[in-house]
Structure formats: C-alpha cells, structure tokens
C-alpha cells in the first residue's frame, strides 16, 4: 500500500494477513512506488490491525500487487495487549498467520507498555502516526492508548 501523507510525503505498507498490516520506516516524496521486494526487506515502523477501508481499491491509499508472506513471516507472533476502557485487568494476547496459533494471558502494566494494544486503526490515524514517526514526534494516538492502571495513573 501506498499512503499519502498529504504533505508531498509517501509511506509505505503491507498487508500481513486479515487486518494486520505493517507499515515502514520508508518515507518518498515521489509517487514513483518503490519495488516491492525491496521494500519489503526494509526496517517496519510498527505493525498494528487496521480498519478495512485501508484496503478498498477506491480508498484513501493505493493498493500495489501482492508480496507473498515468507515462511519466518507467517510464524511471526503478533503480540498485543488488551484492557478495557475503564483501566481493568490487562492480558497479553499473541497470533501467528500459518499455522494458526493463538494465547491469552494476564499480564502487568509494565510488560503491556511497549505492546501494541489490541485496536483497530483508522486510515487517518495511521498517516497521523507515519507523519509524526518520520517527524520524529511521539504520537498522540500511541500515547492514547498505553495501559492504564485502575487509578488512572500510569507506570
């Protein structure tokens, strides 16, 4: 996929498997798209699920052709957390594409914190994180959404 960033700015990403999409540390200010298996090969930004208007043919990014997942690619665990709104109990949950694999478990504040949580991302909340990750500002949208403990209060 193709994403502008509205700023004269193109990044680029991938779609994994269901929602799952990665996205790279890749930055072009050309709409020239970059060759696909170099791309692929390049250092990911972060990976979280995204909303399935990302991936209409008439959206808001350009859809490229197909890079079929590796092998090491489809046993890669993608490792999220997940809490209620109201700061409840946090667990850590893990997938991997082929073969199907899926665990739950609790876990604490402190090892949620770097973790992607569990959300579905907009298409505008995702060029916002690629504009501010290539600008080298924190996202509001990741500061949103860390763990939080029932006081409120973060680690």
């Not at 791309?39 to 399935?52: H, I, R």
């Not at 946090?90 to 402190?110: G, I, Q």
Request: glycine share 6%.
């Amino acid at each position: 996929m193709r994403v502008p960033l509205g700023d004269g700015r193109f990044a680029y990403g991938r779609q994994l498997w269901s929602v799952d999409a990665e996205f790279y540390d890749h930055v072009e200010t050309t709409q020239q798209p970059i060759g696909l298996l170099e791309l692929v090969d390049k250092p990911v930004a972060f990976t979280v699920w995204v909303s399935n208007r990302c991936f209409q043919r008439n959206g808001r990014w350009t859809l490229l052709d197909t890079v079929p997942l590796l092998e090491r690619e489809q046993l890669r665990f993608d490792v999220k957390f997940q809490q209620d709104v109201t700061g409840g109990p946090l667990t850590v949950v893990a997938r991997s594409c082929a073969p199907s694999v899926f665990s739950k478990r609790s876990a604490t504040a402190e090892e949620c914190w770097d973790l992607e949580r569990a959300a579905v991302w907009s298409p505008e909340h995702v060029e916002d994180r690629l504009r501010d990750h290539f600008d080298g500002r924190p996202s509001r949208w990741v500061e949103s959404l860390r763990p939080r403990l029932r006081s409120g209060v973060s680690p």
